[in-house]
């Protein structure tokens, strides 16, 4: 990615959902859905819990792991199944970093900006209005980035919790977290197009394709590869033992100097946290360099390693090791795909079904208020999430 998106955005958008444009656009998605993202079918467990907080004429939020660039549509499935619509809570980047009629046409779908990086009180004041007097729920996708895992949930950020809680601080109805597990299965066996890629990234490294190795042998033997070239290049040499170990020993070493340098006090133990304590700092020192362009380059080097760490993060040592399903093995080239060979987003190989499943409801207006409140509530999500994909996993 490049660094340079990493920054103060230049204004706001504001939401501006069109109930009847999105009943419209019904057509549009399902043919998105079909033809581009080879979905055939989208299959929902949980749904009357949702049916019942909209009954309730609740404030809803509904927190979904964040697996791949197609949520959103995806999540606009179940909302047609109840005939409501979908506010989302968007990275900036989203609407200002595309066409304008992409723009206007995603803020009619309910999208409205928020700065991950800052402190983004209009967006935070926007999401508590809408839990508090919309009629329609509001998606935010807690993890915060795209990680393409399926099967496993990142650290929940604390921000879709905090604005629950406080929207039920003052709100005159109830206020719902509804966790959301959200799961992608190939109905077609994408095994070719799998290992054609595998040669493409293996000939990008200057490597012999090998055929004849398994294909999971082959993603690790890739992904020690590179590893070991930045070590070389931000250590001095390549390390041994496990990949998990090494891979957060190389992010601690990236992230250790930088929060010297632009004065993170205490960071976190999770690598997300750290890496957004040090983008935010970095970003509000390049506003203070306008004219300094040796300063601003010094920061934008810095803003490419932190997000180094961040596809490193989206990378577990052991999720193909763990279970070398057809599923991990082609989120986990995906990610190549855009990591090594450069591509916006990863080619959709396999017709493919997703999985949406709803749990049960939180009563954010129940909890009482208190330190670690906003924590907990972040902690039960991400926790109620992952059972439900380890459900969908097991099934």
Not at 9 to 19: A, E, G, I, K, V
Not at 207 to 212: A, F, G, K, N, V
Not at 280 to 293: G, M, N, P, S, V
Request: proline content about 7%; glycine content about 4%; some cysteine.
């Amino acid at each position: 990615m490049d660094p340079t998106q990493f920054r103060k955005p230049d204004r706001w958008w504001s939401p501006q959902l069109t109930p009847w444009l999105v009943r419209l656009c019904r057509p549009l998605h399902d043919r998105f859905r079909l033809k581009f993202q080879k979905m055939d079918s989208v299959e929902i467990r949980g749904l009357e819990h949702l049916q019942k907080a909209l009954d309730e004429k609740a404030g809803i939020l509904i927190t979904p792991n964040h697996s791949a660039h197609a949520d959103a549509v995806v999540m606009y499935y179940a909302a047609y199944q109840l005939q409501t619509c979908f506010y989302f809570m968007t990275a900036w980047q989203v609407l200002g970093l595309c066409p304008k009629i992409r723009s206007w046409f995603l803020r009619r779908h309910g999208c409205f900006s928020v700065d991950r990086e800052g402190t983004d009180l209009r967006a935070f004041k926007q999401a508590t209005e809408i839990l508090q007097k919309a009629p329609f729920p509001l998606v935010i996708f807690p993890e915060g980035e795209v990680y393409h895992l399926n099967e496993r949930v990142t650290p929940f950020r604390e921000g879709a919790a905090a604005i629950a809680l406080a929207a039920a601080r003052r709100a005159d109805r109830p206020i719902y977290a509804i966790p959301c597990g959200l799961r992608y299965l190939y109905t077609d066996d994408p095994t070719e197009e799998l290992l054609e890629l595998m040669s493409r990234l293996e000939i990008s490294m200057h490597w012999r394709p090998r055929p004849d190795v398994p294909l999971h042998e082959r993603i690790y033997r890739l992904a020690e590869g590179i590893l070991a070239l930045k070590e070389l290049e931000y250590l001095g040499e390549a390390r041994r033992g496990r990949i998990p170990e090494r891979v957060y020993h190389l992010s601690d070493e990236i992230l250790k100097p930088l929060e010297s340098k632009y004065g993170v006090e205490n960071p976190s133990e999770r690598i997300p946290e750290r890496v957004k304590s040090v983008r935010q700092k970095a970003i509000e020192q390049l506003e203070t360099l306008a004219d300094d362009f040796p300063g601003q380059n010094a920061c934008y080097r810095d803003l490419d390693d932190v997000y180094l760490v961040t596809q490193m993060f989206s990378y577990p040592g052991d999720y193909v090791a763990e279970n070398p399903s057809i599923e991990r093995m082609a989120e986990t080239l995906d990610k190549f795909e855009e990591d090594i060979l450069s591509n916006q987003t990863a080619t959709i190989r396999g017709r493919r079904k997703a999985v949406i499943c709803l749990g049960e409801p939180v009563n954010v207006s129940e909890i009482p208020k208190s330190k670690t409140a906003t924590g907990d509530l972040a902690q039960q999500l991400e926790q109620s999430v992952q059972a439900l994909l380890d459900c969908v996993v097991t099934d």
